[in-house]
C-alpha cells in the first residue's frame, strides 16, 4: 500500500523502514504537517499517516478523500486531532495505536518530579560553571509524601507504582477505577476535591476530553496544597496555563513539570532557537526559575517508537487486506469515549 507519512523526522524514517521489511508497503516521508494546505501531497497514496500535532479536520480530510485516501493512521494514541464524524462520511478508516510504552511517559513523569525537586537543572549548569555552592539547590524526600494521580489507567497506575516505591502515599481519582491502581499498597481512590487537598505532588494521567478540559484551573489550584508541585505529560489543554502563572507568582504552586503546552502546535518538535518566540505565556512560564518544561519528548524512548512502527504498519497491512482491527478508532467511540489517549 502507498503511505503518505506527514510530519516525519529522522527518527521517525528509521524505524519505520527497518519495520517496513515485515511489511513491504510503498513508505512517502513527507517533513510538513499535515493540513488542508498539505493535504494534496497525499496525491497518489491510499493511506496516509499522523501524528499528535497534525490536523485532520473536515477540510483535510475531504481533500484527502478526494486523492483517494482510505485510510487515516494515527501513529499516536490520541484522536482528538481528526474529525472523526467527518471521516465516516467520507469512507476513510481511522487507526491508531493505542498504547506504545506506558512506561517511557510514566518514567518521564517521575524525571520531572526528580528533576524539579532536587533543582538538577540547575545544580547541572551550576557545576559546569564551576559553582559548588549548595544554596538554593534544596529538595526534599519523596519518602512519607503524598502524591496524586489523576487518571489511573495505563501510565497513571506505573506513575503510582513507580512512586509508591520511593515510599509515598498515593491517591488516586478516576471515574473508572483500575483494580490494579486500587492494589497497589499505600494507594486509595478519592473524590478529586480530597485529592487537590492532600497531595505534595498533583501527576495528570487523563485523556483531553470535553470534561478534562482545564481539569485544572484556577479553582482546582485554589484548593491545593501551598508549594504544591503539579505534573502535566498528559495533554497541555488539561492545565489552565494563565491560572498556572498566577499560581506560580502567588507561590500555591511551588514547582511546574510540563512535558505539554495547550498552545504546543506551533513550537513543539521544532528547532526554533533561530527566531523569536512569539507566545508570550509559553516565555512567561520559561522565566520562571521552578518550571521545567520538556517538548512533548515523554513517549520518546525506543521501546515506544518501535511499538509505534510495529502497530502502524501492522495497522495498515490489516486494513489492505481486508480484516478487522481492534484499533480502529470509530466515531461512536470518540462519543462515548472513556479515555481517547
Ligand atoms: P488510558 O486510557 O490507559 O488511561 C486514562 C485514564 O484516565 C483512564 O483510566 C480513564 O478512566 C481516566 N479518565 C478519563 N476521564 C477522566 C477524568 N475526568 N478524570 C480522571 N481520570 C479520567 O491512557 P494512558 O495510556 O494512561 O494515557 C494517558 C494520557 O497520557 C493520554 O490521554 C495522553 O494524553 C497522554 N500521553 C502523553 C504522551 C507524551 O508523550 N507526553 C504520550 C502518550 C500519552
Do not use: W
Not at 489507567?153 to 502515599?169: E, P, R, T
Amino acid at each position: 500500500m502507498k503511505v503518505a507519512f506527514f510530519n516525519t523526522k529522522k527518527y521517525d524514517r528509521s524505524f519505520f523502514e527497518l519495520t517496513n521489511s515485515k511489511h513491504n508497503h510503498e513508505l512517502f516521508f513527507l517533513e510538513p504537517k499535515l493540513d488542508a494546505v498539505t493535504a494534496p501531497l497525499a496525491e497518489g497514496c491510499q493511506a496516509v499517516c499522523m501524528f499528535v500535532n497534525d490536523k485532520a479536520d473536515a477540510q483535510t480530510l475531504e481533500i484527502l478523500a478526494a486523492h483517494g485516501i482510505r485510510l487515516l493512521a494515527l501513529r499516536c494514541a490520541g484522536f482528538n486531532m481528526v474529525d472523526l464524524k467527518r471521516a465516516a462520511e467520507l469512507g476513510i478508516t481511522v487507526v491508531r495505536v493505542p498504547a506504545y510504552s506506558p512506561y517511557a511517559v510514566a518514567e518521564h513523569a517521575v524525571g520531572l518530579v526528580l528533576m524539579l525537586n532536587r533543582k538538577l537543572y540547575r545544580a547541572y549548569n551550576r557545576v559546569r560553571g564551576d559553582d559548588f555552592s549548595l544554596d538554593g539547590l534544596m529538595g526534599f524526600d519523596l519518602h512519607g509524601r503524598t502524591v496524586g494521580v489523576i487518571g489511573t489507567g495505563k501510565i497513571g497506575l506505573i506513575f503510582a507504582q513507580i512512586m509508591h516505591g520511593f515510599g509515598c502515599q498515593v491517591l488516586g481519582y478516576d471515574p473508572m477505577p483500575n483494580p490494579s491502581f486500587a492494589a497497589i499498597g499505600a494507594a486509595r481512590y478519592v473524590e478529586l476535591p480530597e485529592l487537590l487537598e492532600n497531595s505534595d505532588i498533583i501527576s495528570l494521567h487523563c485523556p483531553l476530553v470535553p470534561a478534562t478540559h482545564h481539569i485544572i484551573d484556577a479553582e482546582a489550584i485554589d484548593q491545593m496544597k501551598p508549594g504544591v508541585m503539579l505534573i502535566n505529560t498528559s495533554r497541555g489543554a488539561l492545565l489552565d496555563t494563565k491560572a498556572a502563572i498566577s499560581g506560580i507568582k502567588s507561590g500555591k504552586i511551588g514547582y511546574l513539570g510540563i512535558d505539554v503546552y495547550e498552545d504546543e502546535d506551533n513550537i513543539f518538535f521544532e528547532n526554533l532557537s533561530d527566531s523569536v518566540l512569539l507566545d508570550d505565556t509559553f516565555q512567561l512560564l520559561q522565566s520562571f526559575s521552578n518550571v521545567v518544561i520538556t517538548a512533548h519528548q515523554a513517549f520518546f524512548t525506543k521501546d515506544a517508537l518501535q511499538s509505534i512502527a510495529d502497530t502502524t504498519l501492522t495497522n495498515i497491512t490489516q486494513f489492505e487486506r481486508g480484516l478487522p482491527s481492534q484499533n480502529e478508532v470509530k466515531y461512536q467511540e470518540k462519543v462515548i469515549a472513556k479515555s481517547p489517549a
